[in-house]
């Protein structure tokens, strides 16, 4: 590569680490206008990681390929720079280096030359010292090498590309206050009619543009209201009351809505147009108990889901627990602790009947949930079930993908999480695939989101989530 191939000093020029294209294979077409440098060190850490069925061996594969396609379609551009414009379908417009020539560099001695990652910094190193006009970038997700290089005095920083937020504040709540004078300033021509026990009010204002689909409103004082937006035609919006799960003659297997929130959430997993629902809420909000209630609900009484099928990341907090004997359910037992809980708060709710009746109920209910690992969710197609997604906060927005495009007809899935506890590395609060999801289904009809605020637990574990 001359010193002429790289000449622009306007674009940058990006040196990708492994962990970038392990994480994001289409990472190649992200950097738009700016040029890619893969240094040998990270071809021969991608061969390393390919072997298995992991999602992070599947990524190396997947990278490799596009690399492959990348170079097999310009073979002589090598030393140059191969254009990406074609390749990435006018995505990227940059080119993509690859390291044709050995690079010596003297690196200080603290730093084994052996590892990996020292020599991708060597490659940095060499690049910034030939190019010293033109920004020569490091983009690595491990915080480490970024660390290491900026002590070298060179540039470094994540991958943002696959960030949905910078700042998880920002995230869709899925509820808004509405003003106290929104009647004042949105009631003039506004229609209200009754139907089945829902008010409906089809308003027009200087908020009606900024409401969404499914969004739930609130207003409280005299006239308090709790409703959510239905339809939105242009500066117009339908507004809906809901209904009042915190009533006992309301009530979703024994439990009642013990807040706002919880009430708003009810209406979602309670509605058969919604086939999509994400929770978010710290512990102890009631994220699992009210779905188990309402999956419970409208697969025993109503018969509208044929079974619960319930799923989570199996990444362990603490030590692994080494192999665990048994069938697939068995195997997962030892995760689902939280179901089993949810299900005993479920069970003695039931009711009259006795030991012998809840010993039944509980057979009954056991027999219409099933536990399934990830590892197997590929090829998979789910109808008429409700698909419950447990700690979804630790699923990359491809697992994410993977997951919820298993539903078919009459499938609803549900999102549970909390993105303040997660337990992958290389996923932060803005990269999560459950920020992701609830960023990109909000304003679609048949999708809905909540953020539960208030723990509902226990005054110990409330003060403990404030204080620790």
């Known amino acids: 590569m001359t010193k002429r191939a790289i000449h622009s000093p306007q674009t940058k020029l990006f040196v990708l680490d492994t962990n970038v294209l392990m994480h994001d294979p289409t990472s190649l077409y992200r950097f738009e206008e700016h040029d890619l440098f893969v240094p040998i060190m990270t071809l021969e850490e991608l061969d390393a990681n390919k072997k298995g069925t992991s999602e992070v061996a ?3 594969r997947q990278a490799s390929r596009m690399m492959d396609e990348i170079v097999s379609a310009n073979p002589q551009d090598i030393h140059a720079g191969i254009a990406l414009r074609g390749p990435s379908r006018e995505l990227a417009t940059g080119k993509l280096f690859l390291q044709t020539e050995a690079i010596n560099i003297a690196l200080p001695a603290a730093l084994p030359t052996a590892k990996g990652d020292n020599q991708i910094l060597a490659v940095v190193m060499h690049l910034a010292e030939r190019f010293p006009e033109r920004p020569v970038i490091l983009v ?5 090498m970024r660390i290491k290089a900026r002590a070298l005095g060179l540039d470094a920083q994540d991958y943002f590309n696959d960030k949905v937020l910078e700042d998880t504040d920002l995230l869709y709540s899925g509820s808004r206050e509405l003003p106290p004078d929104f009647w004042d300033t949105h009631g003039k021509g506004m229609e209200s009619w009754k139907e089945e026990g829902h008010t409906y009010y089809r308003v027009k ?3 009606a543009s900024n409401l969404l689909v499914n969004e739930f409103l609130y207003q409280d004082g005299e006239s308090s209201l709790r409703a959510w937006v239905k339809e939105r035609d242009g500066a117009s919006v339908l507004i809906e009351t809901l209904t ?6 309301n009530n979703v297997w024994g439990i009642t809505a013990r807040n706002r929130e919880q009430n708003f959430a009810l209406n979602l997993l309670l509605n058969p147009e919604i086939d999509f629902v994400t929770l978010l809420g710290q512990a102890g909000t009631g994220k699992t108990l009210l779905t188990l209630a309402a999956a419970l609900t409208q697969v025993l009484e109503a018969k509208r889901y044929s079974e619960i099928i319930m799923t989570r990341v199996t990444v362990p907090v603490g030590e692994d627990i080494g192999f665990l004997p048994g069938t697939e359910e068995e195997k997962m037992a030892p995760w689902m602790g939280a179901l089993e809980d949810n299900l005993d708060v479920l069970n003695g709710t039931t009711g009259e009947g006795g030991d012998w009746g809840r010993a039944a109920t509980r057979d009954l209910i056991r027999s219409r949930i099933k536990i399934k690992s990830l590892n197997f969710m590929r090829g998979r197609t789910f109808i008429n079930k409700f698909l419950i997604i447990d700690e979804a906060q630790n699923l990359t927005p491809k697992q994410m993908k993977t997951l919820i495009t298993r539903a078919g007809p009459g499938t609803k899935v549900v999102c549970l999480g909390n993105i ?11 990269s999560s695939g459950l920020t992701f999801v ?4 909000k304003d679609w009809p048949h999708s809905g989101h909540i953020t539960l605020q208030r723990g509902e637990r226990s005054r110990l574990a409330d003060h403990a989530a404030e204080v620790l």
Not at 244 to 249: G, L, Q
Not at 420 to 430: F, M, R, S
């Open 438 to 441: 609830v960023d990109r289904f």
């Open 244 to 249: 009042d799960y915190a009533h006992t003659r």
């Open 205 to 207: 204002g200087p908020l």
């Open 140 to 144: 690595s997700k491990d915080i480490n």
């Open 420 to 430: 303040a506890q997660i337990d992958t590395p290389y996923l932060t609060e803005g």
């Open 58 to 60: 599947r990524n190396a």
